[in-house]
């Protein structure tokens, strides 16, 4: 009987032990939960789709220039002599606006007419003596060739020495001056430049998706008139002018993918015009449009279904909930693609991370300047982890090291 009581007293204090650590963890396990947390809602980055016809106008960007420029230089080299005018003055074609020193033209031109009269005399005498069987008819064709080669040596002095006097190819106004007065200039090398500011003419890129908009017309050439064109002024507000279709790139330029279109305008009256300035174009393509002009979005906006359909998520602002629009992808464009389908102008659709959506999902528009907000199942810094650590509740004890705090507790 003994016995089986000092059995009992070490179970029993065993059990004694035990209990308080049964009771933390049952207080542990039986916390109640906090409320449930909402799904967070994903951002999206969006764009208004916009109407892929040409009706209303259109504005661009335009460069003016001259209809008539030149850089002038001499054909042959020398020292600059005389500089008959200065930057901004205006010319008369033919007017003669600088001239080389002549003195080394005019000794060749003299050198080269006395080699031409000795062989005219030689020609001349040539010519009696073949008559009288006196020389061969050999000896009388070497003296026609030294001749005609004096004389062509003769012309192209004369013509050099005329070449040190640089005259107007056309009437217009000296738009910048790259000689000063005895300086050495080589031949080919630019002294002045010239241009007719009385006849402008405006260049503008135009976009591809506005070229390839526009209907053919039925000459298969550009036509001028067909676009109304106007050009403005930032100085002259209310001020409109007329332009008139002089040329149109049709190869691309391989950096912006624009084709350069160029206008003619006469010069304003009223006010000055030079060319380097700007200028807006407006156009109105409402009579050349084509019906079935696709629109251009950012490729990263296309994503396709399990059958390798494609469409784009499209946000229905009321809700600010997603649905899916089945699109046709046509031509690529760099980073743009043409698509048709119903999609209508207006339209916010969804640019960026369209893998991640679903149909009625509701989502929130990223700012411009937005950052992206970290996922929750990303792992956070090192920071973050501190912070973590620093904050975090400190855990239940063991069960052991529990028994032992009660049990020094009851002694």
Known sequence: MSNNLSDARPRHSLLALMLPAFAVLAAGCSGEQGPEQPAPIRPVKTMVVEPPDLGSERKFPGRVDAERKAELSFRVPGTVQTLEVKEGDQVQAGQVLITLDPTDYQIALKDAQATFDQAASDYERAQELVEQDFISRTDFDAKEAAWKTAGAALERAEQDLAYTKLQASFDGVISQRYAERFEEVQAKQPVLAMQDNQSLQIKVDVPEAVVIGVRPSDSGRPEPGRVPVMASFDNR??????????????????????????????????????????????????????????????????????????????????????RKVPVTAGRLRGSSIELEGDLEPGSRVVVAGVGYLAEGMEVRLLAAREEAEPRVDEAPDALDLGAASATRPPEPESAPEAAESDSAATE
């Open 237 to 322: 507000p209310g001020q409109t002018f007329d332009l008139r279709l002089r040329e149109l790139s049709t190869r691309a330029d391989p950096a912006t993918q624009t084709f350069e279109a160029t206008f003619s305008m006469p010069a304003p009256e009223d006010f000055l015009v030079f060319p380097g300035m700007t200028a807006t174009v407006t156009a109105d393509f409402s009579r050349v449009s084509s019906e079935d002009t696709p629109f251009i979005l950012p490729a990263s906006a296309v994503t396709a279904d399990a059958d390798m359909a494609p469409f784009v998520w499209v946000v229905d602002e009321s809700d600010m909930k997603t």
